[in-house]
């Protein structure tokens, strides 16, 4: 057998006596420092922790109390806190994680949940919006385009309708390839605008109401001179109602959608329904145009010289 037998590990209880003294050491750090410091005799350190612990009631044995004097010069049983590190960074992170964990886990959880509408829904809603679009601006708008135009090409009875509608298409097809929307969608108006106007069927009538003016004159504030002559019509559709159409104003040279507008006439038309109102209060012949499906302008049945009031 080897001469040099292993040193038994210190029973439990004993290790836990040098802990002890250490602790009451490190507490008492006065007494060690100046016991330490000095005084060169390590009995008079132990004679000392002797009486301290038999204050507390306790026997402890020398060899403990060196023992624990040996460990607090070694600095064994006590914590040398970790240098900072990634590493203990990330220890501290995990070992703190009931306190975080909730309010980052369901930060997490907004975010994905962003992440997914935004990347999942809106990106793939925008790019659908997008293409759409363009699908519209290159093939939608144009074939609108080209059936207003076939439309108007069918139902007019005028050239004047088809040439407007040539180049109405024309400059809209040249918008659309242009990417420019907002000038596409225009031609699109004016050309459904003109179908319209085509399809527009009314009598122009003089108002022949008591409340209201059947005519009127005025003086022009460019020629104090002269005088106006207007009559106050109305457009009646096929079905006796009353239409608000566009009408041009001459003195302001706004136009405006109206119900009841003045037109400008020669005085002896102004004098001829102004004496067919006085003879018994009618006025008879009360038809001063009509418009008709397929026609652009209305076809006058009395003299009128072309301006219009909206206000008077």
Do not use: C
């Not at 109102?277 to 145009?289: L, P, Y």
């Amino acid at each position: 057998m080897s001469d040099v037998q292993a040193k038994a590990p210190a029973p439990l209880d004993e290790v836990m006596l040098a802990m002890d003294v250490v602790d009451t050491l490190r507490h008492r750090q006065d007494l060690a420092v100046r016991e330490l410091e000095g005084v060169t005799r390590e009995q008079q350190l132990i004679d000392k922790l002797r009486e301290v612990y038999r204050h507390q009631g306790i026997e402890v044995p020398d060899h403990i109390l060196r023992e624990g004097v040996a460990a607090l010069a070694e600095s064994r049983f006590v914590y040398d806190p970790p240098t900072p590190s990634w590493r203990t960074t990330l220890a501290r992170l995990y070992v703190s994680r009931k306190r975080w964990g909730k309010p980052v886990g369901a930060l997490l959880l907004a975010l994905l949940v962003v992440a997914v509408g935004y990347f999942g829904a809106w990106r793939p809603y925008q790019s659908s919006q997008a293409e759409q679009a363009r699908i519209e601006l290159s093939e939608g708008l144009p074939a609108q385009m080209d059936m207003l135009y076939q439309t108007i090409f069918e139902e007019t009875k005028v050239q004047q309708a088809v040439v407007e509608a040539e180049v109405l298409r024309s400059r809209g097809k040249a918008f659309a390839a242009e990417g420019n929307r907002a000038g596409a969608e225009d031609a699109v108006k004016r050309l459904t605008d003109l179908r319209d106007l085509l399809r527009q069927q009314y009598t122009l009538r003089v108002i022949n109401r008591p409340d209201q003016q059947s005519g009127f004159w005025t003086f022009p504030e460019i020629n104090t001179a002269a005088t106006n002559y207007y009559i106050v019509v109305e457009a009646v559709g096929p079905d006796g109602d009353v239409l608000s159409l566009p009408v041009l104003n001459e003195e302001t040279m706004e136009t405006e959608t109206v119900s009841v507008w003045a037109i400008r006439v020669p005085e002896a038309v102004y004098n001829a329904v102004a004496a067919d109102k006085r003879d018994n209060g009618i006025i008879e012949a009360n038809e001063v145009g009509r418009k008709s499906d397929g026609f652009m302008q209305v076809e006058y049945l009395m003299p009128v010289l072309g301006g219009a009031l909206t206000r008077w």
